[in-house]
């Protein structure tokens, strides 16, 4: 009894993308989330200017930097991409990218969240490192619809590549023209980390929170690299049935009349 | 591989010059979307005054895309992209000659466009070679950037809708930059004009090294 490519292909594909790995960073990420809401609500002190308004620093920081994290991983992805053809790489940079896409969203939004009350603003246009981060949001969205773009997955990699890397090179000119564009003084408080304004365990729930989003992007990560590396398989896979099936159809042959003959 | 992008520049714009595309269609197109920024601000003098260098560089963005799209689309019908490649015409030089093609009609709707804010908007020209130089070195990065963009979206069926979303935030220095420097050519605002001017040109230059690079690449996959 013979067994079907499509028995084969269920019998050894994974149920999940799930892995010993992942069911630990999931349990570590929802067990900081929950210690994280703790910490920052009923532990961490309010601030003399900012009164409870702070407390957005231990998501809105750790948000921010992470998405960086990101898209640098998209970046060198594209490069590896492009170089050696890796699809490892790959589908590295696209993970990244979609991860760093909802990072940045939720770091724009939750800080119009904090501006509110602060700047008494959602928005400030003379803000340097808001205005750059919503050029690079919209940049990552545009190599978000390259990805999603119908064709060859190679040649949607390389097209998606090209913009990864141009996102990257150009940030610093954007930010650059921003920073001369804004002539007026910014309201954005200068690097939380670097100013040395935060001690005691207004640092300490910052720091947390920055451990707690960074298990939860990997585990994202993780799951997303191992879906967009199946999808690929799948793909790869009804190529290689479709390339089975027309070799057994060209060794049927035809006669002059047209009627097929083995 | 200069001589080559001539060819290729001259070729686009044959082209155009023979479907009259940009005579009978963007230009109107351009003088358009000047009219209707002027209703939009209720024709509004002190408002116009101070928006004027914005809509302008807006206009000529929305005509990159026109451009842009019709560059591409020259290449991707009748599978002139592959006898381009088989020419062995240096993929550098193919990204040069078309990039020059496109700033050369975006060129010339901005001269149109000059004559539209003086005559619609009122505006004068305080410094003619800033705004000259501006012109030049911000078309030249946008139609550096738009090139490469049009060949990463080249023979996709929703290319006419994804090329906006790939160029528009990509551009947004250019827009900024042109903005401020034709402030200070038209007197609107109190700004140096030649030091936004050195941004821009920067921008250009990385535009150029980028789409020398790529363009080959993007040649072969699409």
Known sequence: MTTSMADRSTATSPRGTGSRTTQLLGIAGIIGLVALILLSFFVAPSDDDQHDAVRMIFIHVPMAMLTYVAFSLTAIGSVAWLWK??????????????????????????????????????????????????????????????????GDTDSIATRAA?????????????????????SRRTLHQKSSLTDGNLEGLTLFTMMFGLLVFSIIMAWMLIHRFRISWLERQVGEGDLSEALVARRAEAKVGFDAHGRTSK | MLADAILVAAKDLRIEMRSRVTVSQVVPFAGLVLVLFGFALDANRPTLDLATSGLFWVTVLFVAIMAVQRSTAIETTDGARRALLLAGVEPGAVFMGKATAVSVQLLAVELVLTGGIVVLYDASIDEPLLLATTCIVATIAIAAAGTLMGALVAGVRARETVLPILMLPVLAPVLLGATRAFDDALGSVAVNGWSWLAMLAGFTIINIALGVLAYGVLLEET
Do not use: K, Q
């Open chain 1, 85 to 150: 053809r890796s699809i490892w790489w790959d589908t590295v940079a696209h993970g990244a990218a979609e991860v760093g896409v909802m990072f940045c969203g939720l770091t724009l939004f939750t800080g119009s969240i904090w501006g509110r009350p602060t700047w008494n603003t959602y928005w400030d246009w003379g803000d340097v490192r808001l205005v750059t981060t919503l050029i690079l949001f919209l940049v990552m969205v545009g190599y978000l619809a390259v990805r999603s773009l119908d």
């Open chain 1, 162 to 182: 090209v913009i990864g890397i141009i996102g990257a090179v150009n940030m610093p000119v954007v930010n650059r023209s921003v920073t001369w564009w804004s």
